[in-house]
C-alpha cells in the first residue's frame, strides 16, 4: 500500500485535530489528500453565521451554467447577478426578481462588494481569473467554474492570492466527491502502484479547427459586446464567438482539453497526488492560430511522489481519422469504452473508471466490481453546499479549493501551450516556465486589453 496518504493516517490526522465523525462528514471525502491536514487545520478569516443566516451572495454570467450554478443556491439571498446578454440571462433574472442585475462585474463589486458574503463567476474562460481576483482581492469567498482560468500563469495568481487571503474558494467541479471511492481502491494498492493514467473524452461538440470569420455582423440589442470581450482584444462581433461555441476560440475558451480535464483527470491528480509535470507534450490536428483543433493527444510525464512511482498521463479527445480518439485497444482488454473515462494501468491490474461511476477493475476482459477496501473517506453529498457551509462557518476545507484545482488547471493548460508552442516542453514549475522553449512563454501569460486587468 502506498505510504504517502493511506487511512491510517487520515484517520490520524482527523484525531489530531480532534474532529468527530460529524465533523469529519462536514470537512468531506473531496479534500485533496496532500492537502488535508493543512485543510483540517484552517484558521477560520470571517465572522461565523448561525445556521438560519442566509448568506449574501452574488453571481456573474447568470445563463447557461451560470444559470445552473445559482440554482442551487436558491436559499441564500441573492443579492446581486450580473451579465452581459441579457436574452441569456433572462430566466434568472425572472428567478431572482429582487436580486439588483448589473452588466459590468466590476460596477457590480464596487457597488455591492462591502455587503456580499461570497461571489460565482461562470463566465467564458477567458474572464475567470479577473473577475475572481476582484472578487478575491476584496475579501470575498469565490466559486469560480472550471477551467479555474483561461492561462498558466492565472491559475498560480489565483492560488498566491487565495492563500494569502485566507479565502474560501472552491471550484467548480461539481463530480468531484464521485471520486472519493476511487481514491480509497488506488490508494490501499489494488492494482499495485499506477505509473500511467489514459483519459479520454468525446468532446469536442462544439466547432473546432476553424479558420476566424470575416465580416461583421449587427451586434443583438440584448447583448452588450465590449463587455462580454472583457480582458481579450477588441474586435468587431460574430455570431460564430457565441454563445457557447467560444470555447473553441484560443482567445475565449480552451477547447476540449480545458472544458473536460478538470473533470476527468480529477481522479487522478487526486488519487494519485499529482501537482506539476516534469514534460508535456501534444500533438493535433494542423495549427490555426485562433481555433482549438478537431483532436488532440496530449501526454504527461510526472515525478515519483513520495513512495508513488513517477506516472505519465494521457489525454485523448475529438475525432481523428474519423474515429473517436482514445487510448490503444489492447489497454480496455476488449471492454467497451464510455464516452468520458479513464484507465489507472497499474503494476498488478487495470482500474477502468465510467466518469461519476466507482471504479472496476478489468480482468480477462470483463468488469468486476472492487469490494476492498472499506470506505474511509467521508462522502460529500453536495459540491455547491460544501463551499455554502464553509463560508457559513468563518471558514473551512473545500475539496476543489483553490490550492488543489489552480495546480491542476495549471497542469492541465500547458497541454495547449505545448500544441501551440509546436514543442515538447521541459516545465520548470518554480519558475512557471519551460526550460526549453522560449515561445511557450507566449501562450503561458497573457496581455489584458485597456481597462481590464488580473
Known amino acids: 500500500m502506498p505510504e504517502s496518504f493511506d487511512r491510517r493516517q487520515f484517520l490520524q490526522r482527523a484525531a489530531m ?20 491536514a493543512q485543510e483540517i487545520s484552517y484558521t477560520p478569516k470571517a465572522k461565523p453565521l448561525t445556521p438560519n443566516e442566509k448568506l449574501n451572495l452574488a453571481w456573474i454570467g447568470v445563463g447557461g451554467q451560470g444559470g445552473s450554478d445559482i440554482g442551487n443556491f436558491e436559499n441564500e439571498n441573492i443579492v446581486a447577478v450580473c451579465d452581459v446578454d441579457d436574452a441569456r440571462a433572462a430566466d434568472t433574472y425572472k428567478k431572482f426578481p429582487n436580486a439588483k442585475r448589473y452588466s459590468d462585474y466590476r460596477e457590480l463589486l464596487d457597488k455591492e462588494g462591502k455587503n456580499l458574503d461570497g461571489v460565482g463567476v461562470s463566465t467564458p474562460d477567458h474572464s475567470h481569473a479577473p473577475a475572481t481576483m476582484m472578487a478575491l ?12 482560468t483561461h492561462n498558466v500563469s492565472e491559475a498560480r495568481a489565483l492560488m498566491e492570492a487565495a492563500r494569502k487571503l485566507k479565502a474560501v474558494t472552491q471550484m467548480g467541479n461539481q463530480g468531484h466527491p464521485s471520486y472519493a471511492r476511487l481514491v480509497e481502491v488506488v490508494r490501499e494498492g489494488i492494482v499495485g502502484g499506477v505509473k500511467a493514467v489514459h483519459v479520454w473524452t468525446d468532446r469536442p461538440i462544439w466547432p473546432q479547427g476553424m479558420d476566424a470569420p470575416t465580416g ?70 494542423p495549427l490555426k492560430p485562433e481555433a482549438a483543433p478537431d483532436w488532440m493527444t496530449v501526454h504527461y510525464e510526472f515525478p515519483a511522489r513520495g513512495t508513488m512511482p513517477p506516472a505519465t498521463l494521457t489525454w485523448y479527445d475529438g475525432k481523428k481519422d474519423g474515429k473517436p480518439n482514445r487510448p490503444p485497444a489492447d489497454l480496455s482488454q476488449g471492454v467497451a469504452l464510455p464516452d468520458n473515462g479513464s484507465l489507472f494501468v497499474g503494476e498488478r491490474g487495470t482500474l477502468f473508471v465510467n466518469h461519476g461511476q466507482p471504479p472496476q477493475l478489468i480482468q480477462n476482459g470483463k468488469l468486476v466490481d472492487i469490494n476492498e477496501p472499506m470506505a474511509y473517506l467521508p462522502r460529500v453529498a453536495d459540491h455547491y453546499q460544501q463551499w455554502a457551509q464553509a463560508i457559513r462557518a468563518g471558514g473551512g476545507p473545500t475539496g476543489s479549493n483553490f490550492d488543489y484545482a489552480a495546480p491542476m488547471t495549471e ?11 509546436g514543442e515538447k516542453l521541459n516545465w520548470d514549475a518554480k519558475r512557471m516556465r519551460a526550460t526549453n522553449s522560449r515561445k511557450a512563454d507566449e501562450f503561458v501569460h497573457h496581455q489584458y486589453r485597456k481597462g481590464w486587468k488580473l
Open 137 to 148: 482581492q476584496m475579501g470575498k469567498a469565490v466559486y469560480t467554474q472550471k477551467p479555474l
Open 216 to 285: 461583421t455582423e449587427t451586434v443583438p440589442s440584448t447583448l452588450h459586446w465590449d463587455l462580454w470581450l472583457g480582458p481579450a482584444a477588441a474586435r468587431p462581433y460574430h455570431s460564430a464567438y457565441l454563445p457557447f461555441v467560444w470555447r473553441g476560440w484560443w482567445d475565449f475558451g480552451t477547447g476540449a482539453l480545458g472544458d473536460m480535464a478538470c473533470h476527468l483527470m480529477d481522479g487522478a491528480f487526486w488519487s494519485l497526488g499529482l501537482k506539476y509535470p516534469l514534460s508535456v507534450e501534444s500533438e493535433g490536428a
Open 17 to 36: 485535530t480532534g474532529a468527530s465523525a460529524a465533523g469529519l462528514a462536514t470537512l468531506g471525502a473531496s479534500l485533496a489528500p496532500a492537502a488535508l
Open 411 to 421: 497542469s492541465i493548460l500547458l497541454g495547449i501551450v505545448a500544441f501551440r508552442a
